[in-house]
């Protein structure tokens, strides 16, 4: 892979790439490439093919789980 250096990034906007770095559970270098990605439509994912995909996903459980159950687990889980 390339790799590219960035220089003289203003205080301001290294703080916010950072903060959504933290928040996304990414380090700064792959929220940058995301970022990237995202701004030119790289990896722009197809909210259909999303939705199709969570689907599949959910009908390979046998069992379903209520926000209920959701709750309980977590409340639980603190004990």
């Given at each position: 892979?390339?790799a590219?250096?960035l220089?003289?990034?203003?205080?301001?906007?290294?703080?916010?790439l950072?903060h959504?770095?933290?928040?996304?559970?990414r380090?700064?270098?792959?929220e940058?490439?995301?970022?990237?990605?995202?701004a030119l439509?790289?990896?722009?994912r197809?909210?259909?093919?999303?939705?199709e995909?969570?689907?599949?996903?959910?009908?390979k459980?046998?069992?379903?789980i209520?926000?209920k159950?959701?709750t309980?687990?977590k409340a639980a889980?603190?004990?």
């Open positions: 892979m390339s590219i250096t220089k003289n990034i203003p205080k301001g906007l290294h703080e916010v950072r959504n770095a933290d928040n996304h559970r380090s700064l270098n792959n940058i490439i995301f970022f990237l990605e995202e439509g790289i990896k722009n197809n909210t259909q093919n999303f939705l995909e969570a689907k599949n996903m959910r009908n459980f046998k069992f379903r209520s926000e159950d959701i309980n687990f889980g603190r004990k």
